[in-house]
């Protein structure tokens, strides 16, 4: 009797270690944010962002249009008026909001419009898309910092815009760069010029 009753309280023991684990874990998920950006091809900047220490997931898909569940096609053709883009989990005690958007002014040429490297059309468009005012404040910082530091030839012109519905692309397009290593994505890190302005622009600003 004895060994039944040590076997059920292991049991129950167990069970709500179990429960406790993953409300931990759940409460965790709870902190987490999201971020949006749309930069030209979606697989490196998925490639790049997936990278970044604190970043918890990544997935690549469409928004910013006015078609509900457009695919690859569709957006390609530039009828729907998608950007093609990388919606981002992050952990904010491991990496901050502007972090993240520094990283992404590094990874693309903000300054023309509908196009990056061969890659030209609506669906290539620089644009950050906030999930909060204080997304949307350090967007604008971040552009304003630039365009005040002459950091570019031309000025940024990315759109800044409310998150909207997120489309996600097809599988084939997830991880594209990590399936296909040789896989080719005209990506190439900017000026750590960049990073000093806007961290001062920050700094400055009290983010």
């Not at 406790?20 to 490196?44: P, T």
């Not at 005209?186 to 600003?205: C, F, M």
Request: hydrophobic share 35%; with cysteine; net charge neutral.
């Amino acid at each position: 009797m004895k060994k039944v009753i040590i076997y059920v309280s292991l049991g129950v023991f167990s069970l709500m270690s179990g429960v406790s684990i993953a409300n931990e874990v759940g409460s965790m998920n709870k902190n987490y944010e999201k971020a949006i950006f749309a930069g030209g091809c979606f697989w490196g900047l998925e490639k790049y962002f997936g990278e970044q220490e604190g970043v918890v997931s990544t997935r690549v898909g469409y928004t910013g249009g006015s078609v509900k569940s457009p695919g690859y096609e569709m957006v390609c053709s530039g009828a729907t008026g998608h950007a093609e883009a990388i919606e981002i989990t992050f952990d904010p005690s491991r990496i901050h909001y502007e972090e993240l958007v520094e990283f992404f002014f590094r990874l693309h040429d903000p300054t023309t419009k509908d196009r990056q490297g061969p890659d030209s059309g609506s669906q290539y468009r620089s644009a950050i898309f906030y999930h909060s005012p204080i997304q949307k404040k350090s967007a604008e910082t971040a552009v304003k910092a630039l365009n005040n530091a002459g950091i570019f030839r031309n000025p940024v012109v990315t759109e800044i815009a409310p998150a909207g519905e997120f489309y996600a692309a097809e599988e084939y397009h997830q991880k594209y760069l990590k399936k296909n290593p040789h896989g080719y994505c005209s990506i190439q890190l900017k000026s750590g010029k960049i990073s000093e302005v806007l961290r001062a622009a920050y700094a400055e600003t009290g983010h």
